[in-house]
T-cell receptor
């Protein structure tokens, strides 16, 4: 049962434009949602998170939007830069207990010059 | 500052051989520790997590086991590797439950079973 889904395996965006990465979830008990960025042969690094009681969180070029009624969140990167090319994982967590992070399948973002 | 060390970076093992991957965390006490596996097209799958020494929870039935002999040491093992055990294994840590602190990952181990 895939509780967190990223239905787009890849996305290609021109440098300077906006990148929008999407994520859907099924479990309404999730407390936080997180985005991770991963380069090849490296571990994922934390990018940005949002509490389930908020609908937007912004950090520099990165903004995460949460639509609880639709069980959908998105990561906006603007302007997109070549260094943003990586695999992006959406993740969700229920903070009670052992903090098990549930990940989506990932979306490979390619920024074209 | 906290750091996480995971080794080896790459490993090629024959089918039926044993496995031992080690992960250590520095700069924090009583962390939650996790083993994830990234398989092609399947994202990051949680294999094991531990909230304390000797406490291991398994998420999926499999050919692997985990142990936590010390507070900041997490080991992933197998007695006999299968071809399907190939993948990218990631160790991670976080602070105790009750917070929303993100997981911090090591650089991973690429395991190829031949």
């Amino acid at each position: 049962d895939q509780q967190v889904k990223q239905n787009s395996p890849s996305l290609s965006v021109q440098e300077g434009r906006i990148s929008i990465l999407n994520c859907d979830y099924t479990n309404s008990m999730f407390d936080y949602f997180l985005w991770y960025k991963k380069y090849p042969a490296e571990g994922p690094t934390f990018l940005i998170s949002i509490s389930s009681i908020k609908d937007k969180n912004e950090d520099g070029r990165f903004t995460v939007f949460l639509n609880k009624s639709a069980k959908h969140l998105s990561l906006h990167i603007v302007p997109s830069q070549p260094g943003d090319s990586a695999v992006y994982f959406c993740a969700a967590i229920i903070i009670q207990g052992a903090q098990k992070l549930v990940f989506g399948q990932g979306t490979r973002l390619t920024i074209n010059p | 500052s906290q750091t996480i060390h995971q080794w080896p970076a790459t490993l090629v093992q024959p089918v039926g051989s044993p496995l031992s991957l080690e992960c250590t965390v520095e700069g924090t006490s009583n962390p939650n520790l996790y083993w994830y596996r990234q398989a092609a097209g399947r994202g990051l799958q949680l294999l094991f997590y531990s909230v304390g020494i000797g406490q291991i929870s398994s998420e999926v039935p499999q050919n692997l086991s985990a142990s936590r002999p010390q507070d900041r040491q997490f080991i992933l093992s197998s007695k006999k590797l299968l071809l399907s055990d190939s993948g990218f294994y990631l160790c991670a840590w976080s602070v105790r439950p009750g917070t929303n602190s993100p997981l911090h990952f090591g650089n991973g181990t690429r395991l190829t079973v031949t």
